[in-house]
């Protein structure tokens, strides 16, 4: 998931949460706001918490994997045939060229 969206999305639950959070504080029954609303704050704070954990570890995963790619599709060019064969004709053009100015 794009960082951005990853964001927008944790602000869109964070709020989300707080009107919960309002919302059962404002229903309560008198002398019970603190409960219901902690409640409700240990319930969902450790769902927000956990997806926010989930999100930002699978963007870590994600840029990992991206650069192991890189580098494997790097070492797939510098080791294929077609670029073998590019280096030694590379260094028997260097050679031959070595032994005529000399």
Do not use: W
Request: net charge positive; aromatic share 4%.
């Amino acid at each position: 998931m794009d960082h951005d969206v990853a964001k927008q999305l944790f602000l869109e639950q964070a709020s989300a949460f707080f009107d919960d959070l309002q919302a059962a504080a404002k229903h309560a029954p008198y002398g019970k706001i603190i409960d219901k609303a902690e409640l409700l704050a240990v319930e969902q704070g450790r769902e927000l918490i956990r997806g926010s954990l989930e999100s930002i570890v699978q963007e870590s995963i994600t840029q990992v994997e991206q650069e192991q790619k890189k580098r494997h599709n790097v070492l797939l060019r510098r080791n294929s045939p077609p670029s073998r064969i590019r280096q030694k004709a590379s260094r028997h053009r260097l050679e031959s060229h070595r032994v005529q100015t000399c």
